[in-house]
């Protein structure tokens, strides 16, 4: 997905005040939102997921789990500086 398109699923999302959402580097699509620096969660999009359901709705999916987390409270970023992962597969 090109930065352009994936900005605009960002915005389309609705996500908390103060919450961001990034395309940080790793295998398949990995989109980090954190709320600060202390707090935060990434979701990968494996490539298989992304065949299985289309790229768009794969990302539209784990964007309203990112924002489901940040209006529950996003975790607190891990000892080691990462943050949790939840991995976003095909059947």
């Known amino acids: 997905m090109d930065e352009q398109t994936l900005r605009h699923q960002i ?3 609705d996500l908390p005040a103060g919450v961001h959402v990034t395309q940080v580097p790793g295998a398949g699509v990995v989109l980090r ?3 600060g620096e202390e707090r ?3 979701i990968q999009l494996t490539d298989d ?3 299985m359901y289309g790229e768009g709705p794969a990302v539209a999916t784990a964007l309203t789990r990112l924002k489901q987390a940040a209006q529950a409270g996003l975790p607190a970023r ?3 500086g990462t943050y949790e992962r939840l991995v976003f597969v095909g059947d």
């Open 40 to 42: 935060g969660l990434e």
């Open 11 to 13: 915005e389309l999302a």
């Open 78 to 80: 891990r000892a080691d």
């Open 33 to 35: 939102a954190t709320h």
């Open 49 to 51: 997921a992304e065949r």
